[in-house]
């Protein structure tokens, strides 16, 4: 059994701390940190925190690719990346009272090389996992996500899918294992707005109800849901202070798949992805495994 995760569309993560931002002016940071980022990569490490091995697919190109590659190997993650010739994005989390993002733009991603992404799928074998998550970029095809969900059906592989809008929609005509939308991506599928658990087990409940197998549906401070066949559960969140929203629903996945593949028990495994996401929430970076069996405790299951 190999677990592959897929990040499209990686980057280096450029995180800025200050008190303030004045624009037209010399701001000061207070704070600086680069990280290898992308949703897929992040799930690579936080299943790396669990001990649990991974290999992370995708495109990577230029200096700030040379980086990623060079962080994924001193925390010795495995990866089959393909090299592109434009330089792998940087995106800007500029941290101060409030979160903002400045995500740079996407690399071309050549024919030539999305062919032999294919390749790779095709090479994934019954028993395998493989994470989609995060953007697409502009070049590949706009229903890459169910492109790549195609090549896999019927083989007996566990999909999880976390994206969002239309390439959310198509991955979910594929029937994947698990989706992970939060509460305002789930509204956005069915253009309603989410904000009471009752509201997200209904329209979890759609997506199940199209072949989904496993859906969670984040929801801030309120918790998150888990929702399998006609079975729903609501699990609280830790108490803590949110530094960091950064990673956090990437981290939920990797707990909860760490956690699955190892034991192939779905509640406990919710509990893990739960007290991941948040000790991702309350760290500047992702959470620890240290950090998560503190919280995991913390974490609360019931049957809706």
Same mark, same amino acid.
Request: with cysteine.
């Given at each position: ?23 037209? /002016?010399?701001?000061? @940071? ?99 996992? =493989? ?39 198509? =991955? ?6 698990? =989706? ?36 969670? =549906? ?16 609501? @699990? ?32 406990? /495994? ?7 996401? /948040? ?26």
């Amino acid at each position: 059994m190999t677990i592959y995760t897929c990040t499209l569309n990686p980057s280096v993560d450029y995180v800025v701390q200050t008190e303030k931002v004045q624009l037209g /002016s010399v701001n000061i @940071a207070s704070f600086t940190d680069k990280q290898p980022g992308g949703k897929g990569i992040n799930v690579s490490r936080m299943l790396n925190h669990f001990g649990v091995s991974s290999t992370a697919l995708g495109f990577i190109g230029g200096f700030t690719g040379d980086f990623i590659l060079s962080a994924l190997k001193k925390e010795r993650i495995h990866h089959r990346f393909l090299t592109i010739q434009d330089d792998t994005r940087i995106n800007i989390k500029l941290k101060g009272k409030e979160e903002t993002e400045i995500n740079g733009v996407s690399p071309f991603i050549s024919d030539q090389k999305w062919s032999e992404l294919l390749t790779e799928f095709d090479e994934i074998k019954k028993g395998d996992y =493989v994470v989609l998550s995060g953007s697409v970029p502009d070049s590949l095809p706009r229903d890459t996500y169910a492109i790549l969900a195609k090549r896999l059906k019927g083989k007996g592989v566990h999909l999880f899918a976390d994206a969002k809008g239309d390439v959310l929609k198509s =991955v979910i005509e594929q029937s994947p294992f698990l =989706v992970k939308p939060n509460h305002h991506e789930l509204g956005e599928l069915f253009g309603v707005t989410i904000t009471s658990m009752e509201e997200a087990v209904k329209y979890g409940q759609k997506i199940i109800d199209q072949g989904v197998e496993h859906v969670i =549906v984040s929801m801030a401070e309120k918790g998150a849901i888990l929702l399998h066949g006609k079975e729903a559960f609501h @699990a609280t969140v830790p108490t803590g202070k949110v530094v960091n929203s950064v990673g956090a629903g990437d981290s939920l996945v990797g707990g909860f798949l760490a956690t699955y593949s190892q034991t192939k028990d779905v509640k406990a /495994s919710f509990a893990y992805g739960v007290a991941a996401g /948040s000790a991702t929430a309350f760290s500047l970076g992702l959470g620890t495994k240290e950090k998560i069996e503190e919280l995991v405790a913390q974490v609360t299951i019931k049957k809706i």
